[in-house]
């Protein structure tokens, strides 16, 4: 069965940088799309970033130009580079992948930035 596996979250101090690692194993068929998503407390999930398999990448505003989505396809892996965080962005960060006809989550990683 098809999983993804998230790594790198935890706490940081505003300011500071974090790296997300999502692996997608165990897939029969090929991955089109993959990226990631947040959901803070009281709040609706939103889009973070994506890419595409020949590389096109889509940035909500708030992010664009402080964090980074990239992909190693033949690793099926994609990073988001995080850097100048802030308070608000602590959230649950959700790693997602896309197929012809199916979709995947991953379970979620706590990212959590300190004042």
């Not at 165990?26 to 799309?33: A, K, L, Q």
């Not at 709040?43 to 889509?58: I, N």
Request: charged share 15%.
């Amino acid at each position: 069965q098809v999983q993804l596996v998230e790594s790198g979250g935890g706490l940081v101090q505003a300011g500071g940088s974090l790296r997300l690692s999502c692996a997608a194993s165990g897939s029969r068929f090929s991955i089109n799309t993959m990226g990631w998503y947040r959901q803070a407390p009281g709040k609706q999930r939103e889009l973070v970033a994506a890419v595409t398999s020949v590389g096109t990448t889509t940035y909500a505003d708030s992010m664009k130009g402080r964090f980074t989505i990239s992909r190693d396809n033949a690793k099926n892996t994609v990073y988001l580079q995080m850097n100048s965080l802030k308070p608000e962005d602590t959230a649950v960060y959700y790693c997602n992948a896309a197929g012809s006809g199916w979709f995947l989550w991953g379970q979620g990683t706590q990212v959590t930035v300190s004042s």
